[in-house]
């Protein structure tokens, strides 16, 4: 194993550089989620965890809306994320 040694304030150059990054890397994923996104079926199962047929559940019975264009079924993103916001369950333990 090799160690490299640096000035202290080459370190904390390079932590404040790391912490600039990580701003902008959570300004830009705030971006993604706040745009009118549309996500497919295999998005969904994936983001959901859940099967194809229970994806299909929630849109027969109205969990989910969703669009079809080209005999491909669309969800928004938003309403994913809706759905998980409605579903949160808050802890009833306070510490």
Known sequence: MEVVVIESKAFNEIIKKI?????KVEKAV???LNKEEWLDVSEVCDVLKVSKRTLQNYRD???LGFSKYGGKVYFKAKEIKEYFERNYVKPTVKW
């Open 19 to 23: 912490d600039e990054i990580e701003i």
């Open 30 to 32: 705030s971006k993604t």
């Open 61 to 63: 019975t109205g969990i």
